[in-house]
């Protein structure tokens, strides 16, 4: 059994911690035999090897009775750079746990599970449904709206640092003046609502205007100015933050995507992924 999780773009700049895109990148886990300890293979720089892995953790957490088995695990998606890679594993488990144990856990089920453990739902949603996901999670209430989002070129700069979430929160304001969060809350509408009409000018001139996060966190960023305005020379839509960073996603138009590549490679030169929107979300082959 091979089970497969994209990577998760979220915020898109307003939509704070309720709005995230699955992309095509992807982590990957085989189930092998059953063995009597859980064996993880894989090539993952401090991620252990046996059962106090996130995967194993969070298939138990779901289904605590299930066997030890021998799995290989590969991922393609950067580790804390912003794109979900803590979200894909816990995905993965809850659909190891589901396959395992023979749950029958629908999408909305394994959606409740990630959000209480993950906390919000940016993240885990897209990996889920795959798509554009707007979720909001409140007094253990879940609501989502899972959409088609735009057709348009997707390009990571994904910088060589890591950015903890964890760090990446303590530069936030604890409390937004009412003027200011009606100001937020009124250009986070105006971004969904492009994204949901594929008006991609709209909703780019409004993720442009976040007053939520970017502001505080682009310091941490110090690529992300140069970036913005390089895009800007090649007619993106938008770019910002994706996650908590250090990844800086740009929209833009696909016929403008391979000249964009080349200039960000001569002027940035780390990693840079060419992507597109996962449609899928979680998926099992056997």
């Known amino acids: 059994m091979k089970i497969s999780v994209p990577a998760t773009s979220a915020n898109l700049g307003p939509g704070f911690d309720s709005v995230g895109l699955a992309v095509t990148c992807y982590l990957r886990i085989e189930v092998l035999e059953e063995t009597n300890q859980w ?48 979200s894909s594993v816990i995905v993965a488990g809850i659909e190891l746990a589901n396959q395992l144990a023979q749950l029958n856990l629908s999408d909305d089920d394994k959606l409740s599970i990630a959000t209480k453990i993950e906390g919000h739902p940016d993240n885990v949603a897209p990996a889920i449904f795959g798509n554009l996901v707007v979720a909001s999670y409140i007094n253990q209430e879940l609501n989502k709206i899972v959409a088609d989002f735009p057709e348009t070129a997707l390009v990571a700069y994904v910088p060589a640092y890591e950015l903890k979430t964890s760090d990446s929160r303590q530069v936030l ?112 082959d056997d």
């Open 39 to 86: 064996m993880i293979e894989h090539d993952l720089a401090g991620v252990p090897f046996d059962e106090t892995n996130l995967l194993i953790q969070t298939a138990l957490n779901v289904a605590p009775e299930i066997h030890p088995h021998h799995i290989k695990m590969v991922s393609d998606i950067p580790l804390a750079r912003g794109l979900g890679s803590s």
């Open 173 to 284: 304001p604890q409390e937004l003046d009412f003027k200011e969060a009606v100001l937020a809350s009124s250009v986070a509408n105006i971004a969904v609502a492009g994204l949901l009409t594929g008006d991609l000018e709209m909703a780019g001139r409004a993720m442009s205007q976040d007053r939520f996060h970017e502001p505080y966190r682009q310091k941490l960023v110090p690529e992300f100015a140069a970036i913005r305005e390089l895009g800007q020379k090649y007619g993106a839509y938008a770019t910002y933050l994706s996650g908590a960073g250090p990844t800086v996603m740009t929209l833009l138009p696909k016929d403008k995507k391979a000249d964009f590549i080349s200039a960000l490679n001569k002027e940035l030169p780390d990693m840079i992924l060419d992507l597109e929107v996962d449609r899928k979300g979680v998926s099992v």
